[in-house]
């Protein structure tokens, strides 16, 4: 019998890799509320990854800073993120999305200890003093891919934060990319709603094809194939990609597809010679609210070489 853990998109990108009966086996780790072992961790997080659906159906992919304790459960069946009205960026898709779709994925991840939790659920509550999620799933993510860093000070909220708006990949834009050794994505499901997640590599994994598209090898996980399930049924994407020494965001929106048994000479993918290739149709760039001074620590001992 199917199991009715998986949307069909998910099924068949498990078909496609080749790796079904090893989704079934990690399935058991999939509940509908936070474990108790989870909950302090999520209550001591500074960062948190938001993926949100607007109002046409785009993807984005948000990065959410606070106080730790600004994001916490009591039981486990929802979470709470305390951010009042006023220290909200609201040049940061984020918030007009949650007012137009319930949909919300959320990652809580630890770059300094490769820590990681994932919680997919609808909103509940959107107020002045900030949001309840309701959790549909929730699980914990390996720690490959991971770049270690340690957030060495967290600063007050400072309102409004420049921002630059674009559709092509050129100049400052450019450069973030072919820099970044990190990147955050959000995807969705129509009835199991959105998603979000980490992909890490070498600086360069992320190839720029031209002034509009992005491919990125697909390393080996946990063959649940959430994302790329997602995309086989959904191809809107949002990306999240931090400029950890300047202090900025990178937000695109577009489409993702996946490109499946690919040749790959330089071992890229890590031996799974899986791509996807992300189109853009819009980006922001924003500087964080906060001023955060980051430590880095190491590279993740996982990621492949890059070409």
């Given amino acids: 019998m199917e199991d009715s853990s998986f949307h069909p998109g998910e099924r068949e990108a498990q078909r496609l890799a080749g790796e079904t009966a090893i989704a079934d086996r990690n399935i058991v780790v999939l509940s509908d509320r936070v474990i108790a072992g989870a909950r302090p961790f999520i209550a001591k997080q500074f960062m948190a990854v938001l993926g949100s659906v607007d109002a046409q159906g785009k993807v984005w992919a948000s990065l959410l800073f606070?106080?730790?304790?600004?994001?916490?459960?009591?039981?486990?069946?929802?979470?709470?993120?305390?951010?009042?009205?006023?220290?909200?960026?609201?040049?940061?898709?984020?918030?007009?999305?949650?007012?137009?779709?319930?949909?919300?994925?959320?990652?809580?991840?630890?770059?300094?200890?490769?820590?990681?939790?994932?919680?997919?659920?609808?909103?509940?509550?959107?107020?002045?003093?900030?949001?309840?999620?309701?959790?549909?799933?929730?699980?914990?993510?390996?720690?490959?891919?991971?770049?270690?860093?340690?957030?060495?000070?967290?600063?007050?909220?400072?309102?409004?934060?420049?921002?630059?708006?674009?559709?092509?990949?050129?100049?400052?834009?450019?450069?973030?990319?072919?820099?970044?050794?990190?990147?955050?994505?959000?995807?969705?499901?129509?009835?199991?709603?959105?998603?979000?997640?980490?992909?890490?590599?070498?600086?360069?994994?992320?190839?720029?094809?031209?002034?509009?598209t992005l491919r990125i090898p697909d390393y080996d996980g946990n063959s649940l194939f959430n994302t790329l399930g997602n995309f086989h049924i959904d191809p809107h994407a949002g990306l999240c990609i931090p400029d950890f020494a300047n202090g900025q965001l990178l937000q695109l929106t577009g489409t993702a597809k996946v490109l499946w048994h690919q040749d790959d000479p330089h071992n890229e993918t890590g031996g799974t010679k899986r791509y996807w290739e992300f189109k853009v149709e819009r980006w922001i760039l924003r500087d964080t609210p906060q001023k955060l001074e980051w430590e880095y620590l190491d590279a993740s001992p996982f990621n492949p070489a890059v070409s």
């Fill in 66 to 212: 606070g106080k730790p304790g600004f994001l916490h459960t009591e039981d486990g069946s929802s979470i709470i993120i305390d951010v009042p009205d006023k220290e909200r960026d609201h040049s940061d898709p984020l918030w007009n999305n949650l007012a137009s779709n319930q949909d919300l994925g959320m990652l809580f991840i630890e770059l300094g200890s490769r820590r990681r939790y994932r919680v997919n659920g609808m909103l509940n509550r959107l107020d002045k003093r900030g949001a309840e999620v309701a959790i549909r799933e929730a699980y914990p993510n390996c720690p490959k891919y991971i770049q270690r860093r340690q957030l060495r000070a967290l600063g007050e909220p400072l309102l409004p934060v420049q921002t630059a708006h674009g559709t092509v990949l050129r100049g400052t834009v450019e450069n973030l990319i072919q820099q970044a050794d990190t990147l955050f994505l959000a995807s969705r499901h129509a009835s199991s709603g959105a998603d979000a997640s980490h992909r890490g590599g070498k600086p360069g994994f992320i190839h720029q094809v031209d002034d509009s």
